[in-house]
């Protein structure tokens, strides 16, 4: 399966701090999704990278791409009260997205 | 607001029974999927159309069945309920189908069996 497992399960930070959040998978993809999912409420696509990219920008987010250790990682910076959520990666190869569990983040204020 | 129209939003009933969910993608989207997500299991890719055919199918029980009209609107039925059913089910769109395309979530239609 290409399921994308996100660490850690949760994350609880202040406001203003980073908080990073990982994704592994398992087969050859041609591109990484993050999303985010605020509570119950329908997932909105934040970034794509790309098999051939290395890190993304956008905002306050920045995504890695590790297809050598099949892994990505998500940094989210200077977190905000209205970064509470969670956030799920998903992989696209020869399938639809699969995506992983999620990491439920709170940021307090 | 992604564009994404599910109706109904919540829907309650009782094991045994027939109910329909429907979505209709953002204007100009030809591809509609369906997932499902639960607590236990996560979010999981049930089935997809492109322009009213069906292009991929994923853990879809035989107990479900979808269709994409030609008004690219898609409708997807869950007969013979049980406990387990009960979960969040989410329809997305995107533009051509392609399989690693950005997709845009409805906001779901939340079913509890009882």
């Known amino acids: 399966s290409q399921q994308g497992e996100e660490d850690p399960q949760a994350l609880s930070i202040q406001e203003g701090e980073n908080a990073t959040m990982n994704c592994s998978y398992k087969?050859?993809?041609?591109?990484l999704q993050w999303y985010r999912q605020n509570s119950g409420r329908g997932l909105v696509h934040l970034i794509l990278?790309?098999?051939?990219?290395r890190e993304k920008h956008s905002g306050r987010l920045r995504v890695t791409l590790d297809t050598s250790k099949k892994s990505s990682s998500l940094l989210i910076t200077a977190s905000r009260a209205a970064d509470t959520a969670s956030y799920f990666c998903?992989?696209?190869?020869?399938?639809?997205?699969?995506f992983g569990k999620g990491t439920r983040l709170s940021v307090i204020a | 607001d992604s564009g994404v129209t599910q109706t109904p939003k919540h829907l309650i009933t009782a094991t045994g029974q027939r109910v329909t969910l429907r979505c209709s993608p953002r204007?100009?989207?030809?591809?509609v999927y369906w997932y499902q997500q639960s607590l236990d299991q996560g979010l999981q890719f049930l089935i997809q159309?492109?322009?009213?055919?069906?292009?991929a199918k994923g853990n879809i029980l035989e107990r479900f069945s979808a269709q994409q009209f030609p008004d690219l609107h898609s409708e997807l039925n869950l007969s013979s309920l049980e406990l387990g059913d009960s979960a969040l089910y989410f329809c997305?769109?995107?533009?051509?189908?392609?399989?690693?395309?950005?997709?845009?979530f409805g906001s779901g239609t939340q079913l509890s069996v009882l």
């Open positions: 204007s100009g989207d030809l591809s």
């Open positions: 998903a992989t696209g190869g020869n399938t639809p997205l699969v």
């Open positions: 990278i790309r098999s051939n990219e």
């Open positions: 997305a769109s995107s533009y051509t189908g392609g399989l690693s395309e950005k997709l845009f």
């Open positions: 159309y492109y322009n009213g055919e069906e292009r």
């Open positions: 087969t050859s993809i041609n591109n």
